[in-house]
């Protein structure tokens, strides 16, 4: 047994534990296996586990990955920032796009996707605890920035995405996941059809869990340490 396959079983075992422990079915959750940095052979095996949802940081690096892999029925999650010069790549390639944090991105993207491609399924990145190095929409201008991506043609608002600052325990990372969790409800209270939450990641899976997260984005506990790029 491979080491990813035996690695996907272990991080699956936690999910399942994690939900057990928060009452929820673990259908209710997805994994993403994060494979930024690790060549197109690491996500075959991946694949051939079972895995079929991956998640990539560096879009140029990721189109060449997906390229590569065209012969596999995989989902591609744009996990990482989008700038204008990418959003191009990001419509062609991508079927969803978690790092959607001001409207000109989302708008472009909608331009963009091109014709017969399903929607591009979005999620808005959210700066959930206001760290000053992560990017993200203020939690206050979340609703009305859904607001308005929810209109564009092309694309599927599907809800939130957050990365939050390391936390030191359960309760502390938790803490922080419900906040994210409160204003996917508020979205959803505002008439929005979302139902994605995505957060939680190697560290902290269990308390995203516990907080409600419908996706969990995991890449160290699967891969290994980051491959130097």
């Not at 062609?92 to 409207?103: E, G, M, Y």
């Not at 989302?106 to 014709?115: I, K, T």
């Not at 906040?179 to 899976?205: E, I, N």
Request: proline share 4%; glycine share 6%; net charge neutral.
């Amino acid at each position: 047994m491979t080491t990813i396959r035996n690695n996907l079983q272990s991080v699956h075992a936690r999910i399942a534990d994690a939900c057990a422990g928060a009452q929820r079915q673990v259908n209710e959750v997805t994994l993403l296996a994060v494979s930024k940095t690790f060549g197109p052979e690491a996500v075959r095996e991946a694949y051939d586990a079972g895995q079929a949802a991956f998640g990539e940081n560096y879009i140029q690096e990721a189109v060449e990955k997906i390229a590569l892999l065209r012969d596999l029925p995989l989902q591609w999650h744009c996990i990482g920032p989008i700038q204008t010069n990418k959003t191009r790549l990001v419509a062609a390639h991508f079927d969803w796009a978690h790092t959607v944090d001001r409207l000109k991105i989302a708008q472009r993207l909608s331009q963009q996707r091109p014709q017969g491609m399903a929607p591009l399924q979005i999620c808005i990145q959210v700066n959930i605890d206001g760290g000053l190095t992560k990017a993200g929409v203020a939690p206050a201008q979340a609703l009305d920035l859904a607001q308005e991506v929810v209109q564009l043609p092309g694309i599927t608002l599907r809800g939130l995405m957050t990365i939050p600052e390391p936390a030191a325990d359960f309760e502390a990372q938790e803490a922080v996941h419900l906040k994210a969790k409160a204003l996917f409800d508020q979205l959803r209270q505002a008439g929005l059809a979302v139902d994605t939450l995505s957060m939680g990641m190697t560290s902290d899976l269990e308390a995203a869990i516990s907080a409600g997260a419908t996706i969990v984005r995991v890449g160290t506990a699967i891969f290994g340490n980051r491959l130097a790029r």
